[in-house]
Every structure is written in structure tokens, then in C-alpha cells.
């Protein structure tokens, strides 16, 4: 198997419960070894995919300018660009920002669920998990809550801020989404893949 920060090949070997191997060259993790992880993965990801649903539905932000009130969601905030060329950067925004990880998550939960329960992998898990492993670059909901963050830190000098559910939402999102990719043996579940499918 080969690192994924600097290609060094490495032979595969099946790790006793709760080992890590790493890198000969750079020390990166590649493997590791514990009977809960595809669980804690399938659990962090159904987590992650609720709270993307809150984060569209609830308000994000209510503005108080010179008592004027302005409460605006994530789904608003696509819509505002709704005009002319602008249309683009709307399909853009809810693509990397809502569409992208949720595809991204419907997939993992797609394809690891099954392994949870030690059944023999669906039809098209590869496929699905390789979609997964493919979009990870492009899902950037972490990228848009620290946007927001620098924007916040601008606004608050002319404006109110409150915070809404969809907010903590996101937080929580970002938060959950580090802590799956952490925990996250992609050579593991490759091998569980590799299992004949029904």
C-alpha cells in the first residue's frame, strides 16, 4: 500500500486490534487497526448528514442594524444570487458548500453501513466509497464556516450579530467531519470491500 502524503510503498499486513502503522518514510499514519472504527465513522457520518439538514432549514445569522432585524438561513444566502451572472456563484456556493458533502456522506453511509453489521457489502459500495474519497477535496463546508467567521468579525462592528441554530449546526458539522476523517481507515475499508458483493 502506498502513504498518501509521499507514495512510499509499504507491504500490507493485517494489524493486531487497536495498532497504527505508519510511514517508514515520513511517519503519516496509514493504517490502523480497531474494532469500532467503521461504526464510530458510520455513527459520526448519520451525525454529520443530520446536521447538514438543520443547517439548510434553521436560520443562520439575525443582523440587528440601527433596529433593523434581518434573519437570513444558508438556503436565503444561495438564493441571493440569483441574478444574471451571479447565478453561477449561486450554483457554485450550494455545490461545494451543501450538495457536494452531502452526496459525500449519502455515499460513506451508503457504503459502510453494511460492514457494521460484518454483512458482505452492497452493490456499487466500491463505486459509492470511491465517490466519497473522490469529493473529499470539493466538500467544503469547513472552508465556508471560517469564511463566515472572518465576515463575522468585519460586521460586528456596525452590526449585531445572533446567532442561529443553523450556525451551531455547521460548527458541529465542521467539528464532526474532522473527527470522521481522523478516525477514517480508507486501506480497511477498502479490504472490507473487497468482500464478493451480493
Request: with cysteine.
Amino acid at each position: 500500500m502506498a502513504c498518501p502524503q509521499c507514495d512510499t510503498l509499504h507491504a500490507a499486513r493485517a494489524l493486531p486490534d487497536h495498532a497504527r502503522a505508519h510511514c517508514q518514510r515520513c511517519g503519516l499514519v496509514i493504517a490502523t487497526s480497531s474494532p469500532t472504527a467503521i461504526a464510530q465513522v458510520l455513527s459520526l457520518a448519520i451525525a454529520a448528514f443530520v446536521l447538514m439538514i438543520a443547517a439548510v432549514s434553521f436560520p443562520f445569522l439575525e443582523l440587528n442594524v440601527q433596529g433593523r432585524f434581518n434573519s437570513i438561513s444558508v438556503l436565503q444566502a444561495v438564493m441571493a444570487f440569483n441574478d444574471g451572472i451571479a447565478l453561477l456563484l449561486a450554483f457554485a456556493v450550494a455545490g461545494f458548500i451543501v450538495i457536494l458533502p452531502l452526496i459525500r456522506l449519502g455515499a460513506i453511509i451508503y457504503a459502510i453501513s453494511p460492514l457494521v453489521a460484518d454483512k458482505t457489502p452492497r452493490r456499487g459500495a466500491r463505486e459509492a466509497f470511491a465517490l466519497a474519497e473522490f469529493l473529499r477535496p470539493w466538500s467544503m463546508a469547513e472552508i465556508f464556516i471560517i469564511g463566515v467567521a472572518v465576515a463575522l468579525i468585519k460586521v460586528s462592528g456596525i452590526a449585531s450579530v445572533t446567532y442561529g441554530p443553523a450556525f451551531w449546526a455547521f460548527s458541529a458539522l465542521v467539528i464532526i467531519t474532522v473527527l470522521k476523517d481522523q478516525l477514517i481507515c480508507r486501506f480497511s475499508i477498502w479490504q472490507a470491500l473487497e468482500t464478493p458483493q451480493r
